[in-house]
């Protein structure tokens, strides 16, 4: 089951924010109601994006054993997407 985790200052800090995830719809959720997005979340529509990180070819990282995925949105910035959290493997 894939794990979702903000992005934050070090690796430390942002596993401290994990949580079990289904779906995408479940990522975006999480993401527009936190706490922690809440207070800079502007009124255009979020555009959300996945990928892997940093490519399909080496995401595996072994510190913690995540093939990661990074989710990108566009949540800060109306025109410029910006990391907003990772996910330990692809959503099905």
Same mark, same amino acid.
């Given at each position: 089951? &894939? @794990? $979702? /985790? $903000?992005? /934050?200052? !070090? @690796?430390?800090?942002?596993l401290k924010t994990t949580i079990i995830v289904k779906t995408f719809n479940e990522i975006v959720e999480a993401i527009v109601? !936190?706490? @922690?997005?809440?207070?800079?979340?502007?009124?255009?529509?979020?555009? $959300?994006?996945? +990928? %892997?990180? &940093?490519? /399909? =070819?080496?995401? $595996?990282? &072994? /510190?913690?054993?995540?093939? +990661?995925? #990074?989710?990108? !949105?566009?949540?800060? =910035?109306?025109?410029? #997407?910006? %990391?907003?959290?990772?996910? !330990? =493997? %692809?959503? =099905?």
């Open positions: 089951m &894939p @794990l $979702f /985790r $903000f992005h /934050r200052g !070090s @690796l430390e800090d942002s109601t !936190s706490d @922690l997005i809440k207070a800079t979340k502007q009124d255009w529509g979020a555009i $959300f994006k996945i +990928t %892997p990180y &940093p490519d /399909r =070819e080496s995401n $595996f990282d &072994p /510190r913690i054993g995540w093939y +990661t995925h #990074m989710v990108l !949105s566009n949540i800060y =910035e109306k025109d410029k #997407m910006h %990391p907003v959290g990772f996910l !330990s =493997e %692809p959503l =099905e």
